[in-house]
């Protein structure tokens, strides 16, 4: 007569299973925490405009501010006369995108980042960072992003 053993089935031990679980959690946190779109087309540019596409006039720009181009995710300034600039219009803190330009000033309207027409630096925080640049060409009177 063969007797059934009593001892339960060997498993995986409890710190292998707490291991394996919080192994697990830190994946996903940290997937999370690298989902932020800074992805770039293969031209380089932030926004979702094709290149050469026409965004303004050189009138429509005023000098010391600029006009933001939702559509194509971009602002395009003039810090001082004939010179014009193109930053993406989404804000380096949390990717809100910037509705306002007031005294040399792109502000987004989340938490009151502001930027430099000039350089798209960061004038007052929480942002860090700055806009970054977009590429864009002038051509007689007309903007394209190059």
Request: charge should be neutral.
């Given at each position: 007569?063969?007797?059934?053993?009593?001892?339960p089935?060997?498993?995986?031990?409890?710190?292998?299973?707490m291991?394996a679980?919080?192994?697990?959690?830190l994946?996903?946190?940290?997937?999370?925490?690298?989902?932020?779109d800074?992805?770039?087309?293969?031209?380089g540019?932030a926004?979702?405009?094709?290149?050469?596409?026409?965004l303004?006039?050189?009138?429509?720009?005023?000098?010391?501010?600029?006009?933001?181009?939702?559509d194509?995710?971009?602002?395009?300034?003039?810090p001082?006369?004939?010179?014009y600039?193109?930053?993406?219009?989404?804000?380096?803190?949390?990717?809100?995108?910037v509705?306002?330009?007031?005294?040399g000033?792109?502000?987004?309207?989340?938490?009151?980042?502001?930027?430099?027409?000039?350089?798209?630096?960061?004038?007052?925080?929480?942002?860090?960072?700055?806009?970054?640049?977009e590429?864009?060409?002038?051509?007689?009177?007309?903007?394209?992003?190059?």
């Amino acid at each position: 007569m063969t007797s059934a053993s009593t001892q339960p089935a060997a498993g995986p031990a409890r710190r292998t299973v707490m291991a394996a679980a919080g192994a697990a959690g830190l994946a996903v946190a940290l997937t999370a925490c690298g989902s932020g779109d800074d992805s770039k087309d293969a031209s380089g540019s932030a926004g979702g405009a094709a290149s050469g596409t026409t965004l303004a006039k050189t009138s429509d720009i005023p000098e010391g501010g600029g006009k933001i181009f939702k559509d194509q995710g971009v602002v395009v300034t003039q810090p001082t006369a004939g010179t014009y600039k193109a930053f993406s219009s989404k804000c380096t803190h949390q990717g809100c995108a910037v509705t306002g330009i007031t005294n040399g000033v792109i502000t987004c309207p989340c938490h009151k980042s502001e930027f430099s027409v000039e350089d798209g630096s960061v004038k007052k925080g929480p942002a860090t960072q700055p806009l970054p640049a977009e590429k864009i060409t002038v051509s007689g009177d007309e903007i394209k992003l190059a």
